[in-house]
């Protein structure tokens, strides 16, 4: 791969459920101006509904569900492309989105390189990060503290790089996967993603794993997707499982992990006491089916 980043782009795109947003996102991706040669390739992650043949699309079937580790990796042994261009499904992107990114991203090369993201409302999501600590996540497990984790500080707070916002571009610890551009030859070099990671701490992981090799990560503010988010991850409760099983086992792998458990659960014991007050007042709450259910969540292996 040229200094630049200039070379050949393989989209790989995860396909599992309705085949709808993905069809959008590829024929997005065939309507590109002014990108480089754009590969296209689609993972069936043994989807209930199998992706359809499509024009132009390479498609690799897998025979069992693996987690998005194992989905990523699939996708990225069938690209050819210099740069791999890892995204969501449930993207919306602009005719010029390709083009941007790698431009954007052609200065820091190699880097790991993703733009700013937005709801489809229009809100900004803190996709920068900073790597994951025990008091990021003890603060995002203080029940007490949801009524004011809109405000900046709280962001700042559980991990999230405020100063990576739409129009900003500036090196952070890591980026949120949704939409990835990854030198191939340095994703290659580490392995790809680790694919213990079923669901979530799979990018931070491998992101920590490219820096080690020098590869920064770079959030290019002024390229911009529209996500819509939580697509693929079922309901709130499996989604919450998947995200702490994926801790469990980022800070198992990195170190940390006893203090965090520590930390959790008297966080744990907090929201009992937070819970238990607001029980007494009347309000909607069951302290101690929640305790139990996020002590339950702390035994998870990851």
Sequence with gaps: MSSSGTGRVSAVIPHFGDPAPTLALVDALRAQEGSPDVEIVVSDDASPEPFPPTDG????????NGGVGADGNTRA?????????????DLQIGPTFVA???AAAARWQPCVAGPATVRPDGRPEYTGRHFPRVRHQTI???VPLARW????????????????????????DWLVGAALLI????????????????????????QRRLRARGVPSIHCGNVQVVHEGGGSSGDGDRRRAWLVEGRVRYARKWGGWRRQRAALTVATGV?????????LLGRDSRPLTT???????????G
Excluded: I, Y
């Design 57 to 64: 699309v390479t498609v690799v079937r897998r025979e069992s």
């Design 77 to 89: 042994a069938a690209a050819t492309g210099d740069l791999l261009l890892v995204l969501n499904s």
């Design 100 to 102: 941007d990114l790698v």
């Design 140 to 142: 995002e497990w203080l």
């Design 149 to 172: 984790r809109h405000l900046r500080l709280l962001h700042e707070a559980v991990g999230h790089d405020t100063r990576a916002l739409p129009g900003d571009t500036l090196p952070v």
């Design 183 to 206: 030198p191939a030859t340095h994703f290659r070099a580490v392995g790809g993603f680790d694919e213990r990671f079923f669901m979530n701490a799979e990018e931070v992981d491998l």
């Design 271 to 279: 929201n009992l006491v937070w819970n238990t007050g607001r029980h």
């Design 291 to 301: 305790a139990r259910a996020e002590l339950e969540l702390l035994r998870r292996k």
